[in-house]
């Protein structure tokens, strides 16, 4: 491997990891640099779900104090993140690339107007707590089963295609809980560590040989730098901030897929 392949594949695995530990939809940089060096596309969403899990595990550490209090929830998520990504990883090694990559934009839009009427929902769903009688940050059976079988929707997505995952994650939780964006983003880098672990297991047990491990490694190395600068400056950005970064890096995504 030519020495400007290792510099840019590790850049991109260092913007990725930082990316993903702040809003999510890192693969947008990391997926298109395998291709453009040539790799297939499956071996570049193997190879890239594989190499990320690092950035993940160091986005998730940084975000750790932001994960207190919501166990309440997350067990009943992190089961829906684990069987939505084997659900997801089986579509990938099973099905025609051209299948699911026809329902990404439209989960991406919907994701993002989720993400852009965010503030809104919660004010609603805040003032019919309250109407109720019932505190503010009080999560209904209703509600639960909502964000339980969204996350499990997005497991499938993030195990087939992980690209924008985080984006989808806080785009759910965004319009059922009330939650601040901080915390929502320490529970998304947590779920989407559950699913690329998932997923890169699966790869590496079934593909082996279809996996581009130097690839991997690489950008490996580069997410788990990248994820705990990203962990670290990230918790710095107002919430209108971050929500604009989402927004910016999900339209940007969107481009690519459609072209």
Do not use: C
């Not at 997801?88 to 993002?112: C, N, R, S």
């Amino acid at each position: 491997m030519p020495v400007s392949e290792i510099l840019v594949i590790l850049l991109a695995g260092l913007g990725a990891g930082a990316i993903n530990a702040v809003v999510g939809s890192g693969t947008l940089i990391t997926f298109p640099t395998l291709v453009a060096f040539g790799y297939p596309p499956v071996v570049a969403t193997m190879s890239n779900a594989v190499g990320l899990v690092a950035g993940s595990v160091s986005g998730t550490w940084g975000y750790r104090r932001e994960l207190r209090g919501q166990w309440h929830r997350l067990r009943w998520q992190l089961p829906a993140s684990f069987f939505g990504a084997l659900g997801g990883a089986w579509l990938l090694l099973h099905l025609p690339e051209t299948v699911f990559a026809a329902v990404v934009p439209v989960l991406l839009i919907g994701a993002l107007i989720l993400v852009v009427a965010q503030p809104r929902i919660q004010a609603w769903a805040k003032r019919r707590s309250e109407a109720a009688g019932k505190a503010a940050n009080h999560i209904s059976r209703t509600r639960m089963a909502l964000v339980t079988g969204g996350t499990l929707l997005v497991g499938i997505y993030g195990g087939y295609f992980t690209a924008a995952q985080g984006i989808l994650l806080i785009g759910v939780m965004g319009a059922l809980l009330p939650e601040t964006m901080q915390r929502m983003n320490a529970a998304k880098n947590l779920l989407s560590l559950v699913v690329n672990v998932v997923a890169a297991v699966t790869y590496t047990i079934f593909r082996f040989d279809d996996i581009s491990w130097q690839a991997a490694g690489l950008i490996a190395v580069g997410s788990l730098i990248g994820g705990a600068v990203g962990a670290r400056y990230g918790r710095r950005l107002s919430p209108a901030a971050l929500r604009g970064a989402i927004v910016v890096l999900g339209l940007i995504g969107l481009w690519r897929l459609l072209v």
